[in-house]
């Protein structure tokens, strides 16, 4: 049985950052459709030319083509194992699809990272940008203590221009009337999970893995045991 994840979150939520790592921790591919679809669009192939089409004509790319995309991905020989989703299914007539392409897979472990959207709002206030290195730093310490300067480089902060507040409550609306039918339809299965994203990145990695252990009724650490296992059986 492979090991079928979906991860879903509110943008902000750290979604990515989680599905990345919990891929890499397992051994199995993190796949997101829009990486895939900005790749295609960058290297020109026949399906980037088609989203790009679709893009320059202002419309959304279809369930078709994404579930076409996402279909293509999976049986490909390193996701058999399993996978990590991130931005994939997007609405119920997807994750019907996904359904349908797990068939003899094994169930699909949806978790969604939960985090209020009072709380999105806060952390993108508070998000900075360094004038001297760069980087985007929070400007608030671990104890809600003000940052006034990069703890990099020293270089001095500075907001980020289109981390506005209604520019993101805007987001987050959309996220909303998008996804909430497809929490309902996952909602009611015995493999959905959620995880409480409002705590440290640390916290969240270790709810998540417990998340996905328990969706599959095994403890934690027999998850990554296993998966060790067949990594070392596969090297
Ligand atoms: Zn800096």
Redesign the pocket.
């Known amino acids: 049985m492979s090991l079928n994840v979906v991860i879903m979150g509110p943008p902000g939520a750290g979604k990515g950052t989680q599905a990345e790592r919990f891929a890499r921790e397992h051994g199995i591919p993190n796949v997101s459709t829009g990486d895939i679809l900005r790749e295609a669009v960058t290297a020109g192939t026949a399906l980037g030319r088609q989203v790009k089409a679709l893009m320059d004509r202002g419309e959304l790319v279809g369930d078709d083509l994404i579930i076409g995309i996402a279909k293509d991905r999976l049986v490909r020989p390193d996701a058999l194992r399993g996978f990590v989703l991130d931005g994939f299914p997007r609405t119920v007539v997807q994750a019907k699809a996904l359904d349908e392409m797990l068939t003899k897979r094994g169930p699909v472990i949806v978790v969604e990272i939960q985090v209020p959207d009072e709380e999105l709002v806060r952390r993108v206030r508070g998000r900075r940008i360094?004038s001297?290195?760069g980087?985007t730093v929070s400007a608030f310490a671990g104890d809600g203590a003000a940052i006034e300067t990069?703890t990099?480089?020293g270089?001095e902060l500075i907001a980020r221009s289109d981390d506005s507040e209604a520019v993101v409550r805007d987001r987050l609306k959309g996220y909303w009337r998008e996804t909430q039918p497809m929490i309902t339809f996952y909602h009611q299965r015995p493999t959905y999970r959620a995880v409480d994203g409002a705590q440290p990145p640390e916290r969240v990695r270790d709810a998540l893995g417990a998340a996905v252990a328990s969706a599959l009724g095994k403890p934690a650490s027999e998850l990554s045991q296993s998966v060790a296992a067949k990594r070392e059986s596969k090297a």
């Open positions: 360094c001297k290195c980087r990069c990099h480089c270089g």
